[in-house]
């Protein structure tokens, strides 16, 4: 018996929250892939693995390099495991999917590859530059889109805008 005035506690069942949470949010779905395109994804998933490994036995990539790839390759499994909507099949990637991937690869394979001359000539832009940077972002929202919710890109992108346009808000 509760001899003080006070309130016990409200504890919410964690299999309640998970319901709440599924209704306001969703279930994330998952493709679950046989034959070629389970060798394929495991295939990717591996080889950055591998890579890691080999990366922190050699010093062969800065931190900027095992970054780009990082999220190249997170990317790639992102756009491949998690379908853009409901519709979407869930044994195999689409062609939107295949365009994110190459997207990811070019974008982010350029910054692997061109990060030490973009750290030269920071604050000196290029086109290229501006170009890979906003298909890196919208990629990058994307992807959490896919993989979270809608509501950390959107939070993001919120604070993009404040930080182009906070002065006139």
């Not at 099949?89 to 070019?106: G, Y």
């Amino acid at each position: 018996p509760n001899m003080t005035n006070e309130e016990p506690p409200v504890i919410i069942k964690p299999n309640l929250f998970l319901k709440l949470l599924e209704e306001a949010e969703g279930v994330r779905r998952l493709r679950t892939f046989s034959g070629a395109w389970r060798a394929i994804f495991r295939t990717v998933a591996a080889s950055y693995s591998l890579l890691l490994i080999y990366s922190v036995t050699s010093n062969q990539w800065t931190s900027s390099d095992l970054r780009g790839l990082f999220i190249m390759f997170v990317s790639i499994m992102i756009f491949m495991r998690y379908p853009a909507t409901a519709k979407s099949p869930l044994e195999r990637p689409t062609a939107v999917d295949f365009a994110l991937i190459v997207l990811s690869i070019v974008a982010f394979g350029n910054f692997v590859l061109d990060n030490e001359s973009m750290a030269l000539r920071a604050g000196i832009a290029s086109t290229r530059d501006i170009a890979f940077g906003v298909i890196a972002i919208v990629l990058v929202l994307e992807g959490c889109r896919r993989a979270m919710s809608v509501i950390l890109p959107l939070l993001a992108a919120f604070m993009m805008l404040y930080a182009c346009f906070g002065p006139y808000f």
